[in-house]
Structures are given as structure tokens and as C-alpha cells.
């Protein structure tokens, strides 16, 4: 029993360790040009896998330049997460389409990763001596006003620069510019040289139409030179020449807002869009006073999150909104950037039956086939049910007893004989209590409503949203209407219980002051208050103290 036992434990081992081995490739761009070099890493966090992997199946179509292994040990309180990285420069061999084949470590083995390999022009002679060059290029000869235009410099050299290499910054009138990501570095053979590769990219919103002219760049860097032979300072200052390179001005055109786009809608020029909805929970099961949280995310192509429009806002009988603050972000990506909004609000149904949603529509310019297009989310029915949780206690009614028909006369004599003798019964005790004093009732069970009314005063006081509410539906359980209705037959009430939801069903609820619904408590009129038979005894304190 015990072996099959250590064997079961063994397997499991094997199984988990077999898991958690898995070899994760990546590279650092999927598009590059012919000639040009890619980092291919692969990772693992297993620490008992060793050696590299096998390189053997890159060779068909490609040249392996390099390659290095990183190791990094990650401590996160008690844990210690382990990672080890190979770093492959790879040039391909072969133009288009080209897949980087899985490789394999022990047992397990990478994903394929496929590559687009473009066929460029080889540069002329006079580019190729250079040690230093840039290119510069935009990735469109025209764009919409607002809309994005790549441009990408990437700056050759093919001698050893110090770390000393400088950019002029991209700054262009009249046009919004960004930087997308860090710049790459790599390698491209050009007519059999190798060359060093520095690559940025950036993405330019032009604010007007008409010519737009993207300025030259001016890059400079020290370029290492051998040191002689002769020299006997080793530890002396390196010898080296200080060079200054441009790239060419480019123009580009920008064109207006098309004529027949909606004048009322915000301007939207984007490759793509997407419109999608998402709710917690599900407003499937919803019920009255539930908070539902609706969450509309909006992503374009081509534009940045700050160009965005908030969604359109529609107000719905029996539905009370409370949005927070929409959440914006930039994704980078090989077309550019990809904005980001998400517009989240809290609904909280206060009837009971169906809510009409309506149709959520964005109105936008697609300018990969420049046209104009509608995107929406179609409307939606949420039905809405009862919430026994907000029933308010109502005391029993009392059930009447009625005798059923009967031809014996004897059953009516006792009846009436009975009721007579109760009667007098009742008339004897009424007049004898006439001479006594005055009994209290009896004590209730539960806090009394003196005692809930103090919660109420204290947690309100706190400034605590939870534990007022709280209070508040333990006190309104007592009184002989719903909450619901002193709030609609006092304004400084309902105000007052506006804030409290907000701060519940919102992120604001940390800045929520209590004060507000305290007097409002207190000031509800007299004639609107419980008549509490507690509260008829003069010697007793007032049930809303000042």
C-alpha cells in the first residue's frame, strides 16, 4: 500500500513539475524587413531544466547571430520565482511568410511563431559607405485632420558608437505627436555589410488640414576608432569623432472632415472600432434596490484613449445612475495605437417590471476603406423583480370568526350568551381601570427606538456609509410607513438618501458625509412621525433629540 501510495505521489510530481516547465517564446516585432535581424527569447521557470535548446531546426531558415542566456531569481515575500532566458538574434534567410519553429528543452517544446519577412530596395552605394545614415518614413502620404500618421526613423551605422548617441526631440506645429514604446535595436545586412539598427517610431496627430511638413531629425554620436598600436595608455582617454546626421523632411497631407459626416457627432477617424458591454452581476435575476454595475468599453485603432467621447447618457424611469470616473488606456501595437475607454456606472432599479435600455450607438470614419460607419450595442430589456429583503413588518390583521350556519337555535343562544357575559366582562375592567394609574406596555423585543435612533445618530455622524444604512432600514422598520414614503413627502429626506446610495453604489463613498441625513431625520414634521405610545408619556425624552 505504501509504494502504490509513493508511487501516486511521484506521478503527481512528475505531472506538476511537467506543467510548470512549459517553454514560452516570444519576439520582439512579427514584421521586419529583408536583411534586417529579430530577437527571438525563449523562457522558462523550471530551475531543473539545463542546458539550451536545441537550435538545430532554426538553421534551414535562419542564420543565428547570437545567442545569450539571462538568468533572474524574483522574491516576492516567502516565494522565490526563478526565470531563465535565451535571447537569439536571428536573420532570416528567405523573404514573406516565415515560421520560427518550435524548439525544444528535455520534454517540453516551444509554440511556432510566424513572421512577415518584407522584400525592400537595397540602398545605393553612396547610403551603404556611410558610416552613419537615418531613414525616415511615414507609413501614409495623407491622413484626416486628427487622424494617426506613422513615421518611423530608423538610423544605420556601421561602426561601434558610445553611449553618448542623441536624438532631437519630435516636435511638429500643429500636430500632436507621441512616441510609441522605447526604441528597438538590431541588425541588417546591407549588400554584405552588417549594420547596427536604431529604430523609433512615433505617431503624429495633425490638428489642421492642408500641408503638413514633418521636420528633418539631427542624430549625433561619437564613433569609436581603433586606437594605435603605439599608444601606451591603456587607462587614458578613448579617441573618437564626434558626427552629425539628418534625415530629409517629409510632407504630408491632411485632409478635412468629410462634408457628409453627422455634424453633431464627435469626430471619430479610426482604422478600426469596437463597442462591447459587460455587467456584475448578470441583470438576468434583478431586483429592486440591487446594484448592477454596467461597463461600456470602447476601442479604436488609430486613435489614443484622451481622443474618446464619453458614451451617450440616457435617463430611464425607476433606474437611478451613479457612473464613476472612466478608466483610459494606450495599447502599442505594429499599426500604432490602440485607445481605450471604459465607462462604468452603478444602476439601482427602484420599481418593480421592465426597464427599457436603449441602443448604444458611436458614429465613426473608418479610414482604411473611407467610408462612414455606425457601431452599437442593440437595446436591451431587464426585468425587475420584488426585493423580500425591503418588505417593511406590517402587525397581523386580526382574523374574524364567523360561526357557520346552523338550524340548532341552542348554538345562537350560547353565542349571544357569551358574547353578553364577555361584554360585561370587558365593561367591568374598563371601569375598574379608570381608578388605577397608568400601566406602560409591556417591553418589545429588540433594541428599542430610542436605542435604533442612536446607531442611526452615531454611524451617521461617522460617516459611514454601510453601517448608516444599515441603522437607517432598522430604524424604518419600526416606524408605521415606509422609508420610501417619508422620503416622498419630505424633500430634505429623499436629498439626503440620494447622497447615501451614491456613496454605496460608487467608488465615493469614502468622501460621503453623514450629517446631511441626520437632520434631515430630525426634521422630519411631527405629522409624519411615529406615534409611539413611549413617546405619549411626557417624562420620557423626545424620540428626535436635538
Known amino acids: 500500500m505504501s509504494r502504490c501510495t509513493a508511487l501516486l505521489l511521484s506521478l503527481a510530481l512528475w505531472a506538476c513539475q511537467a ?85 525544444q528543452l528535455g520534454e517540453v517544446k516551444t509554440q511556432p511563431i510566424t513572421l512577415q519577412v518584407i522584400e525592400t530596395a537595397s540602398q545605393n552605394t553612396k547610403t551603404q559607405l556611410a558610416p552613419i545614415f537615418i531613414d525616415a518614413s511615414l507609413d501614409q502620404s495623407s491622413v484626416y485632420v486628427q487622424a494617426q500618421a506613422l513615421l ?92 552629425h546626421v539628418s534625415s530629409s523632411e517629409i510632407p504630408l497631407k491632411v485632409k478635412a472632415k468629410p462634408a457628409l459626416y453627422p455634424a453633431d457627432a464627435p469626430w471619430l477617424p479610426a482604422s478600426s472600432l469596437s463597442l462591447s458591454e459587460s455587467w456584475n452581476p448578470e441583470p438576468d435575476h434583478a431586483q429592486v434596490a440591487d446594484s448592477l454595475t454596467r461597463s461600456l468599453t470602447l476601442k479604436a485603432e488609430g486613435l489614443s484613449s484622451s481622443q474618446l467621447p464619453p458614451l451617450p447618457v440616457t435617463e430611464i424611469n425607476g433606474l437611478r445612475r451613479y457612473p464613476d470616473q472612466p478608466v483610459l488606456s494606450n495599447q502599442n501595437s505594429e499599426r500604432g495605437v490602440i485607445g481605450s475607454r471604459e465607462d462604468r456606472e452603478a444602476l439601482v432599479p427602484n420599481r418593480v417590471g421592465s426597464l427599457e435600455l436603449p441602443a448604444v450607438e458611436v458614429v465613426w470614419w473608418n479610414t482604411h476603406e473611407d467610408h462612414l460607419e455606425r457601431t452599437s450595442l442593440p437595446a436591451r430589456t431587464v426585468q425587475v423583480a420584488n426585493n423580500p429583503s425591503l418588505v417593511v413588518d406590517t402587525p397581523a390583521t386580526p382574523t374574524v370568526i364567523t360561526a357557520p350556519d346552523n338550524e340548532s337555535l341552542w348554538i345562537w343562544q350560547l353565542s349571544s350568551l357569551i358574547l353578553a357575559c364577555t361584554t360585561l366582562l370587558g365593561f367591568g375592567l374598563w371601569w375598574r381601570a379608570r381608578w388605577q394609574p397608568a400601566i406602560l406596555r409591556a417591553a418589545q423585543t429588540g433594541p428599542s427606538p430610542r436605542t435604533l435612533l442612536d446607531d442611526l445618530k452615531r454611524t451617521s455622524q461617522a460617516n459611514d456609509p454601510q453601517a448608516t444604512r444599515q441603522a437607517l432600514d432598522a430604524w424604518a422598520r419600526q416606524q408605521p410607513e415606509t422609508l420610501a414614503d417619508m422620503a416622498a413627502r419630505f424633500v430634505p429626506l429623499s436629498d439626503a438618501l440620494d447622497g447615501l446610495n451614491g456613496a454605496l453604489y460608487s467608488e465615493t463613498g469614502q468622501y460621503w458625509q453623514g450629517e446631511e441625513l441626520w437632520r434631515a431625520v430630525k426634521a422630519i414634521p411631527m405629522a409624519e412621525r411615529a406615534q409611539d405610545p413611549v413617546t405619549d408619556n411626557t417624562s420620557l425624552p423626545p424620540l428626535y433629540p436635538k
Do not use: C
Not at 514560452?24 to 522558462?44: F, H, I, K, Q
Not at 538568468?71 to 528567405?94: C, E, F, M, S, Y
Open 152 to 243: 518611423t526613423l530608423r538610423i544605420y551605422h556601421s561602426v561601434s558608437l558610445y553611449d553618448d548617441s542623441n536624438l532631437t526631440p519630435l516636435q511638429i506645429p500643429d500636430a500632436r505627436t507621441e512616441q510609441l514604446g522605447e526604441s528597438r535595436t538590431y541588425e541588417k545586412v546591407i549588400n554584405g555589410i552588417r549594420h547596427g539598427v536604431i529604430e523609433m517610431r512615433y505617431a503624429i496627430y495633425p490638428q489642421h488640414s492642408g500641408e503638413l511638413l514633418i521636420p528633418a531629425q539631427i542624430f549625433s554620436a561619437t564613433l569609436v576608432e581603433p586606437r594605435p598600436t603605439q599608444d601606451a595608455r591603456p587607462q587614458g582617454p578613448k579617441p573618437g569623432k564626434l558626427m
Open 19 to 103: 506543467q510548470a516547465s512549459d517553454l514560452v517564446a516570444s519576439v520582439d516585432r512579427s514584421r521586419l524587413n529583408s536583411g534586417e535581424t529579430v530577437e527571438l527569447t525563449v523562457e522558462s521557470n523550471d530551475v531543473t531544466l539545463f542546458g539550451k535548446p536545441d537550435l538545430s531546426p532554426l538553421e534551414l531558415l535562419f542564420e543565428v547571430r547570437g545567442t545569450r542566456q539571462v538568468n533572474q531569481l524574483t522574491t516576492l515575500g516567502t516565494d522565490n520565482h526563478a526565470t531563465t532566458r535565451w535571447i537569439i538574434t536571428l536573420l532570416p534567410k528567405v523573404n514573406g511568410t516565415v515560421v520560427i519553429p518550435s524548439l
